[in-house]
C-alpha cells in the first residue's frame, strides 16, 4: 500500500517538498528526471511551479504526473 501525497510546493532548484498522508515531510529532487520526456517541460520554472496536488498525487499544467510510490522511494525525510 502506497501513502498519498495531500501537499505539495515547488522549491528551487527544482526540489519539491511534499506531505504524505501520514504527516511525513519530504523532498523530491526533479533534476534527474528533466531530461525524461514530458518531464523536459519542467525546465521552464513557470511549468515547474504549477506544479499541484491531483487526487494522491502531484501534476503539473502540462499533464505530467508521477506515482505517488515514486515519489516516497525516491524522497528525503525531511525532520
Given at each position: 500500500?502506497?501513502l498519498a ?8 532548484d ?9 504527516g511525513?515531510?519530504?523532498?523530491f ?18 511549468l515547474?511551479?504549477s ?12 499533464d ?14 525531511i525532520?
Open positions: 500500500m502506497y501525497v495531500t501537499n505539495v510546493l515547488p522549491q528551487d527544482y526540489l519539491l517538498l511534499l506531505t504524505f498522508e501520514n511525513e515531510k519530504r523532498q529532487d526533479m533534476k534527474p528526471f528533466l531530461s525524461i520526456g514530458i518531464f523536459s517541460e519542467l525546465k521552464d520554472l513557470t515547474f511551479n506544479v499541484h496536488k491531483s487526487f494522491d498525487t502531484i501534476e503539473w499544467e502540462n505530467a504526473d508521477i506515482d505517488p510510490e515514486i515519489l516516497y522511494a525516491n524522497s528525503i525525510k525532520e
